[in-house]
């Protein structure tokens, strides 16, 4: 079987970024990584791969930049890497149209996302990319089982009311959620190995139908600070404020 | 063109605070536009719903019945607005934020072919043509605008920051449309849904809510502190990502990016530290009070009232003192 996984460069988890003069971002000192939401996805493709075979392509859409997060992914042990090469001005509708692409010249049996990326927190691409392509798909997966001919998956879902159950034939589009499993650290010899592995190039211009920018971000502000909380002397003086406030 | 449709359903459930957010969020937008709203309700529901949803000032409430819809896929969902909206024009299609919209809506506006904007916060402009959001970004540590081009979005809205539409007297009528179509995927499958019993309220409905994190230590430690406090509180009960993890609580508990978002009137934080992923979920909660023995914790950063204290100490302390003035 065939798997594609789409992986997005994103800041490193808890790093803090604020907002420069005139509404932008300040990145200067920023130190980027794989989503880690994909980078759920890229430890179960690899589990997949490992216990009953299959090859793995990760993808992105991206400039030069992102070849370093390709390189971290294929590390993990996925054999060989695309790479859109588009600018940071696409919308969400034209990165899955990108997607939908490389998924229509890699016909895999199944694609494979984090369920959002930590930066614009959109969660938009994965169910876009899945109607792009007419599939089926299931998200936020805590669980995902193969039928033993490989032909269909059932996903335990995080759903707001507890876990959905849902079956889907391949092919068909899964988003990774926290409790999907545990990646792996990538080996010294993965990382080395990653270094052969072949990281292919599509052209932005090569994607047909990517339509015009109809989404962006025209700037950003940080939230209202919050004032100073109170610091509590003991369980009497909580007690006291809950009463004031009419909350006991 | 500037009218303007919010979408729930399924609906078996009574009408929550986040359904009429929805509609509260809708409103909002209509009254910048100039247009009209509806309400389109997909799959089944109840006539107290219908009832409900009657009051709310919109122009036309749609019940959309299909046996693709009974129980919800995306696929059939998002089939069911595309359907919908060839013969009704909007500018903008709304729904409140959950994990259903979260996968329906931007199947939907990929199938009609028209942008998006998740989890708003705000509705900063509507013209023709264009529409501004503001939406949290960063682990909801930074507000960014998002500017939509186009004659029609899709937005998804949080609940918390939006408002129940006032109720008129005026009824809306009710309109059932039908699709002929087939409006399932024949490759997807609903299995199963499993989700634990409460008496406890709804996290996201209720006005109080207490959430334990790592510091109870176990299901059986002080986890039954938190929920006897819960109760004298009448309060719903949540959860970080570490308690969840463990298997000490199921995972519709959890409050944060994973997990959901609640502003409740009183917030308790019993042993949690306060990572931002949970702050995120929790932040626009009216009062938040910290319990945590240490006094480096972040959540004393988020916390309107802090109290630096063993929870094993200060919980049974203040179930001791708030028990009498309940009950």
Known sequence: MKILVTVKRTPQRDSRINVASGGTLAMESIEFEINPFDELAVEEAIRLKESRGAEV????????????????????????????????????????????????????????????????????????????????????????ELSPDGKVAEVVCEVDAGLETVEVTLPALVTADLRLNEPRYASLPGIMKAKKKPMEVIPFDEIPDSGATRSAVIGYRALPPKPPGRSLGGVDELVEILSEKKLI | MSDVLTVMGPLLRPVSNSDLAAVGFGESLAARSGGALDILILGPTTEDNERALVHLGVRNVYLLRHADLESYTAEAYASAVVAFVKDHRYQVIGAVSSSSAREFFPRTAAMLDVPMASDVFAVE?????????????????????????????????????????????????????????????????????????????????????????????????????????????????????????????????????????????????????????????????????????????PIFDVADYGLVMDLFEAVPELIQAIGGARH
């Not at chain 2, 199921?250 to 917030?267: D, F, H, I, R, S």
């Open chain 1, 57 to 144: 392509v990760v993808v992105t859409v991206g400039g030069e930049v992102c070849r370093r997060q390709l390189l971290s992914a294929m590390a993990m042990g996925p054999d060989r890497a695309i790479r859109v090469d588009a600018g940071e001005a696409l919308d969400s509708l034209q990165i899955a149209k990108c997607l939908a692409e490389v998924a229509r010249r890699e016909a895999p049996d199944l694609v494979l996302s984090g369920k959002l990326a930590i930066d614009d927190e959109g969660a938009q691409i994965p169910a876009m990319l899945a109607a792009l392509l007419g599939w089926p798909q299931a998200n936020q997966a805590s669980k995902i």
């Open chain 2, 125 to 297: 402009s509507l013209e023709p043509e264009r529409a501004v959001f503001t939406h949290a970004v960063f682990v909801g540590n930074l507000l960014a605008a998002v500017e939509l081009r186009g004659p029609m979005s899709l937005a998804t809205c949080r609940a918390s920051e939006f408002q129940a539409p006032k109720r008129v007297e005026q009824v809306s009528p009710v309109r059932r449309v039908t699709v002929s179509e087939a409006l399932g995927h024949e490759r997807k499958r609903f299995v199963a849904a499993s989700r634990t019993q409460s008496a406890r309220p709804e996290l996201t409905e209720a006005e109080i809510v207490v959430s334990a994190g790592r510091g109870i230590k176990g299901p059986d430690e002080g986890l039954p502190l938190v929920e006897k406090l819960a109760d004298i509180f009448g309060a719903a009960v949540g959860a970080t990502r570490a308690v969840v993890d463990a298997g000490w609580m199921p995972n519709e508990y959890q409050v944060g990016q994973t997990g959901k978002v609640v502003a409740p009137q009183l917030y308790l934080a019993i042993g949690l530290s306060g990572a931002i992923q949970h702050v995120s979920g929790m932040r626009s909660s009216r009062t938040i009070v910290a319990i945590n023995k240490d006094p480096e914790a």
